[in-house]
């Protein structure tokens, strides 16, 4: 195998694979920093080794075995190791068995139930800022660089990265256990864990960087942690609220990708495509964040503006006037630049591309979407309605010049050049 190839591989295991590694190696070592980096020292490893042993039949058990092992030999070498270190030291190395050979398969089944779980609590510490959790969730559970993880939330990469050193070193020095949190504490950290899970499913849903628009991987991910916190938490509206807006907003996936692997517009899919039982569970998880009462917040919100677009049977049977209403609802609670972005869109949809320009133009001069390229994209589009086509075509060129996704930017050059110049 050539070098290329293991590589490709690696990265491809790596990205599935690393959030339930460092998971594991959590439980092992009870610090998260160190468990990534015992992960990492696995990826290097392989890096070193599969280029020229080639991909082993099961590159996860490999890549668990291999940090396990390094584990132990860690806790060995430690002189200051503290008696319960010590004990979980000898409890793995009986796990190996008399044959030497550690029981990856067991060791990688483990943490389906309950580590990643656990992890993400932990990531979400009350003793962490709300901006370290979720930047630290997205890097251990999530599998996202740095950049990427800047690019969602629209901060410099350096700012990022010293929040996820920060969090870690935190979190070591507070001695915080990983274990899911008592009855009482979990209703504070709830708030910060939705937000970390949608954020997973937002770049996995339109990915910042790369040459894919969606990364299946991350928004299965997503689901898989929704769905078990929607478990574990039966009671709360926003857990089902954000389980049906991940389900929903999932069921188009195949229909928002062309033949070539090009973006496909809402408008313009093939509805046919999308994923039936998907809508079916998304508006079932919506029911359920609206029988528990006390009103939808943010989630469910933006799950009842999904669900418009789910039912209805072609574009123009879209029902905008309610979508602007949700919308009214969901900026009152949020104040965010984004969702009145998109309350702009929803807004020229309904009541002309005039209205919705007016407000795209104040987010404009407020400055707070500096750099964000869907607003340069949704000012592009109303302009191109309303006949304004050299000022959509460079709107569009400038979107294209900011995003990091090769296909949206393909997509908005094409929309660029398709826009052409203004009669004279």
């Known amino acids: 195998m050539s070098t290329r190839d293991a590589n490709r591989a690696i990265e491809a295991v790596w990205r599935i694979e690393s959030a339930k590694l460092i998971a594991a190696l959590t439980r092992i070592v009870r610090d998260v ?26 590159p996860a058990a490999w890549l668990m075995a291999t940090s396990k092992h390094r584990a132990i030999d860690l806790l060995r070498r430690q002189a200051t190791l503290e008696r319960k270190q010590e004990e979980i030291a000898l409890e793995l190395e009986r796990g190996l068995g008399g044959s030497g050979e550690p029981d990856v398969d067991a060791a990688i089944d483990d943490y389906v139930g309950d580590d990643l779980l656990r992890l993400m609590f932990l990531t979400c510490h009350p003793v962490l800022s709300k901006e370290a959790r979720a930047a630290l969730t997205l890097r251990l559970l999530g599998g996202l660089t740095t950049d990427e993880i800047a690019r969602a939330f ?17 979190l070591a020095a507070a001695r915080v256990p990983f274990e899911l949190p008592a009855r009482d504490d979990l209703d504070a950290r709830l708030a910060s864990v939705l937000e970390a899970i949608y954020l997973i499913f937002n770049e996995g849903y339109l990915a910042t960087a790369g040459e894919d628009l969606i990364r299946p991987s991350l928004q299965r991910e997503a689901l898989r942690l929704g769905r078990i916190l929607a478990g574990l938490t039966p009671e709360e509206p926003e857990v089902h609220g954000l389980v049906a807006l991940m389900e929903l907003q999932a069921s188009r996936s195949r229909a928002r990708i062309g033949p070539g692997g090009e973006p496909v517009l809402l408008l313009d899919q093939d509805r046919a495509l999308w994923d039936r039982l998907l809508i079916r569970r998304g508006l079932a998880g919506l029911e359920r964040a609206e029988a528990v009462g006390g009103g939808l917040g943010p989630y469910g919100l933006q799950a009842a503006i999904a669900a418009c677009h789910a039912t209805a049977h072609t574009g123009a049977d879209t029902d905008w006037e309610r979508i602007v209403a949700l919308y009214d609802a969901l ?38 979407l500096d750099g964000y390229h869907l607003l340069s994209s949704v000012r592009g589009d109303l302009l191109e309605k309303l006949g304004r086509r050299e000022e959509a075509r460079a709107e569009f060129e400038l979107a294209a010049s900011m995003t990091r996704n090769a296909r949206e930017r393909e997509l908005l050059l094409e929309r660029a050049a398709g826009v052409g110049s203004s009669p004279p």
Not at 33 to 58: H, I, M, R, T, Y
Not at 154 to 166: C, D, G, S
């Open 33 to 58: 920093g160190l468990a990534e980096e015992l992960a990492q020292d696995a990826l290097v490893a392989a890096l070193e080794q599969w280029p020229e042993s080639g991909v082993p039949d099961n």
């Open 154 to 170: 629209l901060v410099a990469e350096p700012t990022i990265a010293q929040r996820i050193v920060r969090a870690k070193r935190t």
């Open 331 to 368: 900026a009152q609670l949020t104040m965010s630049p984004v969702v009145e972005l998109n309350r702009a869109m929803a807004i020229a949809m309904a009541f002309g591309p005039e209205t919705g320009l007016d407000i795209v133009d104040d987010l404009v001069a407020q400055g707070a």
